[in-house]
């Protein structure tokens, strides 16, 4: 399966499902499923993070309703997993300007770019946060295949070590033997 590689604290603020939004300059047509791999470094090395106000109350309503999560302020905070594959998310669209409080907006004047260059908002959606991270995974420029050394089949129960990944409904990820009798 694909794998984004973002920086804390985004990646975990987007595999707990209150980020919506990746930005980023360059735009992507992949739709479907991807690994949050939470990358080796923070994006800023000062302690606050600079959010607006309706980001702050975004964190502030999560942790409302989720009293176990600490509202991320400090990425020296020893809870955040770094180099590590965090969860998972879908990237639904890809579009410039997104209504979301997350999404960076691009100037268009007269909706010509005037050089600059646009920051697409990568729409993302069903977020789940693995209760383990997988750790020690390097991170990758682009969207990058993070292959599972090792996972469960879906169906047989079997521990799979193989490559490509079948995924077959309900199942998830099934061997390829499960995978060619179930589409058989
Ligand atoms: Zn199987």
């Known amino acids: ?90 990237i639904v669209d890809c579009v410039i300007n997104h209504l979301s409080i997350w999404a960076e907006k691009t100037e268009m004047p007269a909706g010509v770019y005037m050089g600059e260059k646009p920051i697409y908002n990568w729409v993302l959606a069903n977020a789940v946060l693995y209760d383990e991270p997988i750790l020690n995974v390097k991170g990758k420029l682009s969207l990058w295949d993070y292959i599972d050394p090792n996972f469960e089949c879906g169906y047989c129960d079997n521990l799979v070590n193989e490559y490509p990944e079948f995924e077959y409904g309900d199942y998830g990820k099934v061997c390829a033997n499960c995978f060619s009798g179930l589409t058989g």
């Open 1 to 90: 399966m694909k794998a984004l590689s973002i920086k804390q604290p985004w990646a975990s603020l987007i595999a707990h499902g209150i980020k919506d939004i990746e930005n980023r300059t360059w735009k992507t047509s992949y739709r479907g499923r991807i690994y949050i791999h939470a990358s080796g470094k923070p994006s800023f090395r000062n302690l606050t993070l600079n959010l607006s106000q309706d980001q702050m109350d975004a964190l502030i309503l999560y942790s409302h309703y989720n009293p176990n999560y600490s509202i991320p302020l400090d990425t020296r905070d020893k809870t955040y997993p770094y180099a590590a594959i965090i969860g998972e998310v879908d």
